[in-house]
């Protein structure tokens, strides 16, 4: 343990060293009032808005205007440009936008179902950073036929439709624009009371037809990212209302399982939700069915770790952004399984955002665990952009205790260079179901990198160190018992004018010892791709793996037609290679369509030949078919029909009403036929569910 704990040391010596780097040099430009990003003034009105996206309401007359979107692909000002305006009250946030089209006609306007993004549609997208710390944000989005979607995004970066809220929304498609209006309870919102506040916002726009995306406030190295948002100013809020936005939403489900025998089970539950302050709210859930969340995807992939899988179920994904990270996790939702309550609370409090999460029921990794856990994550800000983050879980099973501690941080040492770091150790004393240990050690984990990033460059190198357990219970760690450096480069140049739309290369390498010193995993993998301007994308890879003891190796060929129009778009890809000593070609193929408004269907079809070292050859393939139909705007039906060579074969049916408003009734019916098993598991479940606001 010392042996390994010692490897530990250059990334902890990094970390310290850039630290005090970071710190010193926290001070940013970007509060300075005169910074170079566009600022624009709310009005403070005491006038109602109709939300109609008809922009006339008096008050849109007085309110600045702001426009001057810069192109993505040339830097240029957009050829059809767009118009903002905000307005405010003491419970509201008013948003109207302007998009100009001298080709109205070949508008992109086709889904209307809610919280889904606008795959092939028009779109504007909204980005609010009311506690201006620069790393994080909500997201508001709206295409030409005023469907809503909502999202937000945390300061690791990841971006996630999880984050719903209600708000109101209406578009209008005119003769030389398409317009909106939005009207956002400031309740919904973390926000501060306090008069003389700068938020950080930005605008997006992404026009199908020309295949261009717009920005209001443009950087052109990451110009989604908050840190580069622009000022919208004028915001007296000490005297706005606070809102609890108590809800309360009972429910009721039957399942029942056909197989061979029939089973029914009726259960109650119920969440209730309300914000504590302006800017902390709670959740809470007894008993919880997650019986109609989708199904997750198949995949035949070729894989020497655990898989990664999504979080789907409401509960566990709103706050999720402050616990995400690129690959290690220490707080993995998925562990939970079988759920008796839970209770959540997240927010910001001054400098700080937090999430607190403890759950009581089933927890699964390798052998399962029943008792109760408690996760806390805090990130503070530091200076502009930076922040300073702390980790602890607690779980105490009846098979015993897992404790994981951690540290980690984000900085900014200019506007191209930044450092980030994590440190984390563990304690676990684990019992399987025979009462013997499996587990009773400290563990240990150490992380850091250095990173430059200036369009067209991004070059990286890190340092990660993990030792031979460090895998906590409710922890996602691909891999154990690594220490040693990765490196990364890309170079990513986008045109106008040029042949081509964009252009990529990539290039990266990890080198990896285990605690014995032995080469535990050596990888060097290339890419590079282009989009030319007739819409077709090309793309070619080659990875050469070493993941001891076997070699790995993989090129594949990557074809993408009509690459920039969703529903048209078609991509096709052969790959070949070796993994642990079989040969193989893959050959994958997939495709959007919509053969009406409202039914969009994916397609996706992989088959793969393998050799076996033995000369043995075997076929494996996945068909799969997703596709959603909307019979109105609050009736839908959604389907997954997978099925694999290995005879596991999957149907799920998953029909959605709100019958009347803020009540929903589910039906869902699922499918599986398993590997070795001649008989198809068959489930009907139901559910109804209010919430009481």
């Given at each position: ?429 684990l019992e399987d179901s025979d009462g013997e240990t499996t587990k009773d050690r400290d563990d240990y984990y150490g992380y850091g990198s250095v990173t430059y990033e200036r369009y067209p460059w991004e070059i990286g190198v890190s340092y990660r160190g993990i030792t031979e357990d460090f895998d906590p219970v409710l922890g996602f760690i ?216």
């Open positions: 343990m010392a042996t390994e704990a010692s490897r530990l040391r250059p990334c902890i010596i990094l970390c310290s060293a850039i630290l005090s780097l970071g710190i010193a040099g926290r001070g940013l430009a970007h509060d300075d009032p005169n910074a170079t990003v566009p600022a624009l003034r709310a009005l403070k009105v005491n006038s109602p808005l109709t939300v109609d996206g008809v922009l006339n309401e008096p008050f849109w007359q007085e309110t600045q205007v702001g426009t001057d979107f810069t192109d993505t692909r040339s830097g240029q000002p957009a050829d059809q440009q767009t118009t903002i305006r905000v307005a405010y009250t003491r419970t509201h946030l008013y948003i109207a936008v302007e998009c100009f089209d001298d080709r109205i006609d070949q508008i992109h306007a086709t889904e209307r179902r809610e919280d889904r993004f606008f795959r092939g549609d028009d779109w504007v997208e909204i980005h609010l950073d009311p506690a201006h710390t620069h790393n994080s944000k909500y997201a508001f989005f709206s295409n030409p036929l005023g469907t809503r979607v909502d999202a937000s995004e945390g300061p690791s970066g990841s971006f996630s439709t999880s984050w719903s809220a209600e708000w109101d929304l209406a578009a209008k498609i005119l003769e030389d624009r398409w317009a909106f209006e939005m009207s956002i309870p400031l309740s919904i919102l973390n926000i501060q009371q306090a008069d003389g506040q700068v938020w950080g916002i930005n605008f997006t726009r992404n026009l199908v037809r020309t295949d261009v995306t717009s920005f209001w406030s443009y950087n052109q190295t990451d110009y989604f990212k908050p840190r580069h948002f622009g000022h919208l100013t004028g915001l007296d809020l000490a005297d706005s209302e606070f809102d609890r936005n108590l809800e309360v939403t009972p429910y009721v489900t039957s399942r029942t399982d056909f197989n061979g025998h029939t089973d029914t089970e009726l259960e109650t539950g119920g969440d209730v939700s309300f914000r504590l302050t302006p800017s902390i709210t709670s959740s809470w859930t007894v008993n919880p069915d997650f019986a109609q969340v989708e199904a997750d995807a198949d995949t035949i992939e070729l894989r020497d770790t655990e898989r990664f899988l999504p979080e789907k179920r409401l509960f566990f994904r709103e706050g999720e952004e402050l616990f995400r990270a690129r690959s290690d996790l220490l707080y993995y939702s998925r562990r939970f399984t079988d759920i008796d309550a839970g209770a959540r609370v997240s927010g910001e409090w001054k400098d700080n955002k937090f999430a607190f999460i403890n759950v009581y029921g089933n927890v699964v990794r390798d052998d399962s665990y029943y008792g109760n856990s408690s996760v806390f994550r805090v990130l503070r800000n530091v200076g502009e952009k930076s922040s300073i983050g702390l980790h602890a879980s607690d779980s105490a099973f009846k098979e015993g205790r897992s404790q994981v501690i951690g540290q980690d941080g984000r900085f900014y040492l200019n506007d191209d260079w930044r450092f980030r770091y994590q440190l984390a150790g563990s304690d676990e004393q691909p891999r154990r018992d690594i220490f040693g450096p990765s490196f990364r480069s890309i170079y990513n140049i986008r045109s106008a004018e040029a042949w081509y739309k964009s252009f990529f290369i990539y290039f990266g390498t990890e080198y990896y010892e285990d605690g014995d010193h032995d080469t535990a995993l050596r990888d060097y993998s290339g890419r590079t791709g282009v989009t030319l301007q007739n819409d077709i994308g090309l793309e070619v890879g080659h990875s050469d793996d070493y993941h001891a003891p076997y070699d790995n190796r993989r090129t594949n060929l990557e074809l993408e037609l009509w690459d920039s129009d969703y529903w048209r778009s078609m991509d096709i890809e052969w790959s070949f290679g070796t993994f642990e000593e079989t040969d193989y070609d893959e050959l994958g193929f997939r495709k959007h369509f919509k053969p009406l408004e409202r039914w969009p269907i994916r397609y996706e079809y992989v088959i793969r030949f393998e050799e076996e070292p033995d000369g043995d050859e075997d076929t494996i393939w996945l068909n799969r078919v997703v596709f959603d139909y909307f019979f109105s705007n609050v009736m839908w039906i959604k389907s997954s029909i997978q099925h694999r060579s290995t005879d596991v074969h999957n149907i799920s049916v998953i029909y959605g009403w709100e019958f009347i408003k803020d009540a929903h009734f589910y039906l869902v019916y699922n499918g599986l036929q398993e590997e070795d098993e001649p008989d198809t598991n068959h489930s009907l479940f139901v559910k109804m569910a209010y919430t009481f606001r």
